[in-house]
């Protein structure tokens, strides 16, 4: 097949549907200006889930190795042709041959999904707690996870020999949650390239020959090294596809670093031809995402992705990796991992599964979602460390998830004193005080200062069945927790009814600047700053 020939008639096919229901369709809500994106609203559900799963899954999962042993493992397929000193001894010695011989398009044979089950995969998340589920449709090095005309690199035609983003789709929807097939190809011109973010750039050696040897593997490597028009052309038919097939609630795109760099200064209004078509068509495509959601009344949304956001901001939510606001700030997700990878690395180095917890939710108190992400080895089975992360938060959630799902923030996030700390959230006229220290002696919320004692209805402890004392101070309400601490664990969620609406809107902190201020470094490679 012709591959290219297909994405010009998909293409084709794309713009002769536009047209026809642009005949039979009233005025779609989205005009395609930045401007009209800006008013999207945030979905009940995708507000309301709180919880999401981030799957990074791909031939990358086959090597399970980077350098130092920490760090994104799903970027050492171009991390094997940038360092052959030290990435070559190592396929030579797991594979006995080393690039051009041996390279990356040769482990895709070994990415098997052997025992993968996608139904077990779902059960899995929805005792996690999950809403809402976001896997790797293709990451930056040209790999696409579902059945896809526009490459013969894909899960169907190779490796696994099946539609990964149908079936886990089929799946999770089947449970009821939402699902969103991610997009990671926005730095393929430059993953196997001599230079990483670069307008035009050309193929590393190895990889050149790799190509000349077979050059069906100029689908997977890069038919384009350069931003230009074919390359964005293709782009976009790629997410056209996956819109087509699998109708998305979420659109879900990586940061792009290309527009800050090699002379890009988007935010600034400053482009290079290419980089100014590429930035158009992402707002084109955006444009026709929202629509053909609102068209099917299908409420979807889309990420705003890195500290350098790649649209303008209100197009969608805040994003980060390993994002941790300090503040309440404009809708936000932070897409968090079990280790210091996303994709699988063996031996990675695993966060305790208290931290994991507070992280989620101190999250959610500042007005983000948790977007967990695991990383399965290439036959489809989760890292155990990983499944126990998973479990431990859908039983931490059985017990709490009051003070989770639905909720919104309060006044302030938090309370911190010496042996103390409480983190807040709100539904209705319900204030959630969450300890993240085992709550054994009173505590008072100071920002109670002002309440009255016939305000307070009731307050219980989630997941115990004892009594709950309490007093208003001229410190604000003090809270004496039972002894009997019950189910919980890690954190203890007290539910203050009162009758007065907690939730307090206008605190937000709207400029994203500002919000991201003090929050973790983290480079495009994973590693800290």
């Not at 936000?332 to 994991?356: A, I, M, N």
């Not at 809107?505 to 700053?529: L, S, W």
Request: charged share 25%; net charge neutral; aromatic share 14%.
């Amino acid at each position: 097949m012709n591959y290219k020939i297909s994405i010009i008639v998909l293409a084709l096919v794309f713009s002769s549907s536009l047209l026809t229901l642009a005949a039979k369709q009233p005025v779609p809500p989205y005009d395609g200006s930045w401007e009209s994106l800006q008013k999207m609203p945030v979905p009940a559900w995708f507000e309301d889930g709180k919880i999401g799963i981030f799957i990074h899954w791909g031939p990358y999962s086959v090597i399970g190795y980077r350098k130092g042993g920490r760090g994104y493992s799903e970027h050492v397929p171009k991390q094997i042709y940038r360092e052959a000193n030290h990435y070559y001894p190592f396929v030579r010695k797991r594979w006995g041959a080393t690039p051009p011989d041996f390279g990356y398009k040769d482990m895709i044979k070994e990415f098997t999904a052997e025992n993968w089950d996608p139904e077990a995969w779902a059960q899995l998340f929805v005792d996690a707690g999950a809403k809402y589920v976001v896997l790797t449709a293709e990451h930056h090095d040209g790999w696409a996870n579902w059945d896809s005309d526009l490459t013969p690199w894909n899960a169907v035609d190779k490796g696994p020999k099946r539609d990964l983003v149908g079936d886990l789709g089929k799946a999770v929807r089947k449970h009821g949650l939402k699902y969103a097939p991610s997009y990671h190809r926005e730095r393929h011109t430059g993953f196997f390239a001599k230079e990483l973010y670069a307008v035009h750039s050309e193929p590393l050696d190895d990889i050149a020959e790799e190509i000349c040897r077979h050059p069906e593997a100029a689908l997977l490597y890069g038919s384009w090294f350069s931003y230009d028009k074919a390359f964005v052309d293709d782009y976009v038919a790629r997410w056209k596809e996956i819109q087509a097939k699998y109708q998305p609630d979420f659109l879900w795109i990586d940061d792009v670093p290309i527009f800050t760099r090699d002379g890009n200064k988007v935010a600034a209004g400053q482009f290079k031809p290419e980089i100014k078509y590429f930035y158009d068509q992402y707002r084109l495509m955006i444009t026709d995402f929202m629509n053909d959601g609102a068209a099917r009344g299908q409420e979807v949304y889309c990420n705003n992705k890195g500290r350098n956001r790649n649209w303008p901001d209100g197009v969608g939510c805040l994003e980060k990796d390993n994002l941790k606001l300090e503040v309440i700030g404009p809708k936000w997700q932070s897409c968090t991992t079990f280790g210091t990878s996303y994709g699988y690395l063996e031996g990675d180095q695993y966060k305790d599964p208290e931290r994991v917890i507070h992280e989620m939710i101190e999250t959610i108190s500042r007005n983000g979602n948790f977007l967990i992400n695991i990383g399965p080895k290439a036959d489809g089975k989760i890292p155990e460390p990983q499944v126990e992360g998973l479990q431990t938060m859908g039983r931490w959630l059985k017990i709490n998830g009051e003070a989770i799902y639905g909720t919104r923030y309060w006044k302030q996030s938090d309370q911190k004193t010496r042996n103390q700390y409480l983190v807040f959230t709100t539904k209705g006229k319900r204030l959630y005080a969450i300890q993240l220290s085992r709550p054994v002696v009173p505590f008072t919320i100071t920002g109670t200062v002002e309440w009255k004692a016939d305000q307070i209805k009731s307050i219980r402890l989630l997941g115990s069945k004892a009594k709950v004392t309490w007093a208003i101070t001229p410190q604000g309400l003090k809270i004496t927790p039972p002894q009997a601490l019950g189910d919980s664990f890690y954190a203890w969620s007290f539910e203050i009814v009162t009758d007065t609406e907690q939730h307090h809107p206008n605190v937000i902190i709207n400029d994203a600047d500002q919000a991201f201020k003090r929050t973790r470094k983290v480079d495009v490679e994973g590693m800290e700053k």
